[in-house]
């Protein structure tokens, strides 16, 4: 089933570089099956990796940093040890934890690093070369997951990673189309061009093989050293270099003192499901969260999905959770977090009935006082057969990051920097308005949208369900949950599903290609609301759903245990189980 259905992609992909938004839209394909383990992943390649590790013995973090570092070298554009992200894990007893390895900023960094003179914001230096960099914690990340809750050894998990890197990997349209997408932007960069670009200077073609060499070598070496590997022998001096001669500030100690953090998941209730996801440094639980907390008011089954109603509060609920992510919201270690009161079920019924029934609201009417990420990401779901769940999203930001390599050791550099409030009310890359909670500050991680999230239901793993797509993860991960519960879709229709979003400013909601019926879209233009009827579509979610492939299922039973889906829009992925 899977080989042909990465075949057919393959064969529209041939064809055209816009299937994209047609197949999310045509009926989707069943969910993958599985009684004792399942790994979805933007990358079959990867997916296989933590299949093996699986059945090996793994659990489901070993699988998840075996993954980590296999999507290092087989998915280029997002897949990283240059750039950092966020686990979240629940443990097959029902306890669960988080992992923080996101980027921080290098202790040179200042609030006005990415302004000129006359304080406006310079184009192009939060996302392109080294002084567009956070300190990377991947590395870091895995090796913290791996030995205070794996099972195997590093030399285990990083061995098919080392392989793929070393005897390279064919590449499929998937692979070719991502590079392709980034072969100008990496032709800047010698070092970046030399791994991913042919001698000639051309893109790679579908059935060549992409050798790594000097990744291998890094990933040879952490595998031997563990972290000190990368955080304090040749790797960071190469990196600390080539950033010091081509216009960048990290050092040394910005690699020395990176410390991963473990904190508390967010948690919430919406109708009888337990949340579990990412807090602050992350707006993603805490948002998904508001907005559960908002439309649980609502007979969403009853309004049926797409509808104007349904759709008309989503937004709304949409747009004020965006407002408080904008402006309320930062790196808990810099930002007193008010995040018991947008949890609070009375702060949502206050929200509600600020909502007009008939008519959109306003978003600069709802401007703070003293107010003044995109498939660049990627994301994967794990479960093993004790049912120790784990939701990874990791990125470098822009696609292919910083578009730069450290010569010598073949892996891209991030962007993380843009995703810090530059200048309040000034967009980022994503289009997002932000105030000074999020402002630049030495060893600050800059606030995330990423959702890695976990549902729960009686004590059980239910859901496990993240995506990558910048600002829009959110929504994304929130449409995923909410088509499930809800409109009672089996696990790969609901990622499959068109989306919307809205994130406050600019006020506009975004639809995907076919989205809405024209009717639908006539009303909400009644309503007031301005609609961009995209010509693309947006994220790359990869879920999973236990016990059955669809709420109906489970609750007839005899449904498989384990039912798995990657989103039909990315070309390469694969769910796999067994």
């Known amino acids: 089933m899977h080989n042909t259905r990465r075949t057919l992609i393959a064969v529209t992909l041939s064809l055209t570089l816009t299937f994209v938004p047609f197949l999310a839209f045509a009926a989707s394909p069943q969910p993958a099956k599985g009684e004792h383990g399942m790994v979805v992943t933007a990358q079959h390649l990867a997916s296989e990796v933590g299949v093996e590790v699986l059945k090996k013995g793994g659990n489901a973090v070993d699988a998840a940093v075996a993954v980590g570092y296999a999507l290092a070298v087989v998915y280029p554009t997002a897949g990283n040890i240059g750039g950092g992200g966020f686990m979240t894990i629940r443990f097959q007893d029902g306890r669960s934890t988080f992992l923080d390895f996101r980027e921080r900023a290098p ?173 602050p440094p992350s707006s993603g639980g805490v948002i998904i969260c508001e907005i559960l907390n908002v439309l649980e008011f609502y007979p969403l089954s009853y309004l049926g999905a797409g509808s104007a109603e349904t759709v008309h509060v989503m937004v709304e609920a949409m747009r004020h959770a965006y407002v408080d992510r904008n402006s309320a919201l930062g790196d808990p270690g810099f930002v007193d977090n008010p995040v018991a009161k947008l949890l609070d079920k009375n702060y949502a019924r206050e929200i509600r009935e600020k909502i007009d029934p008939f008519r959109a609201g306003v978003s600069r009417e709802l401007m703070p006082k003293g107010f003044g990420e995109s498939s660049e990401t990627t994301h994967y779901s794990i479960i093993d057969n004790d049912g120790n769940a784990v939701a990874v999203t990791y990125t470098l930001n822009g696609s292919f990051g910083a578009g730069v390599v450290a010569a010598g050791t073949g892996f891209l550099l991030n962007n993380e920097m843009d995703d810090f409030t530059q200048k309040p009310g000034v967009p980022n890359l994503y289009g997002l308005v932000q105030g000074e909670a999020n402002a630049i500050a030495p060893k600050k991680t800059p606030l995330s949208s990423m959702s890695p999230t976990i549902l729960a239901k009686d004590g059980k793993p239910f859901m496990v369900i993240g995506s990558p797509g910048g600002s829009r993860i959110i929504t994304i991960t929130l449409e995923a949950i909410v088509n499930v519960i809800d409109h009672g879709m089996n696990i790969q229709e609901a990622i499959d599903a068109p989306r919307i979003h809205h994130q406050w400013l600019p006020d506009t909601v975004y639809i995907e290609p076919f989205g809405l019926s024209p009717d639908t879209e006539k009303l909400l233009t009644g309503m007031g609301y301005r609609l961009d009827l995209a010509d693309t579509t947006w994220g790359q979610a990869a879920g999973i759903l236990v016990g059955g492939k669809c709420l109906a299922e489970i609750e007839k039973g005899g449904g498989a245990r384990y039912n798995g889906a990657i989103d039909s829009r990315a070309a390469a992925g694969e769910a796999i189980g067994y």
């Open 107 to 279: 202790l040179a960094a200042t609030k006005t690093m990415y302004l000129d003179k006359d304080g406006k914001p310079v184009k192009g230096a939060s996302l392109d070369g080294y002084l567009a960099v956070g300190v990377p914690g991947s590395v870091a990340g895995f090796e913290m997951a791996r030995e205070k809750y794996g099972t195997l050894t590093r030399q285990d998990l990083l061995a098919p990673a080392i392989r793929y890197a070393t005897d390279g990997f064919v590449l499929e349209q998937g692979d070719v189309a991502s590079l392709l997408g980034g072969a100008e932007r990496l032709a800047r960069d010698p070092a970046a061009a030399a791994i991913f670009l042919k001698p000639d200077g051309k893109p790679y073609a579908v059935g060549e093989r992409l050798i790594q060499a000097d990744l291998a070598a890094s990933l040879a070496a952490i595998s031997e050293r563990g972290v000190d590997a990368f955080y304090k022998g040749a790797i960071a001096d190469a990196i600390v270099k080539a950033s010091s001669e081509k216009g960048g500030i990290l050092a040394k100690a910005d690699f020395e003192n990176y410390a991963v953090r473990e904190l508390k998941p967010v948690t919430c209730n919406y109708r009888g499901y337990e949340i579990i996801s990412s807090p």
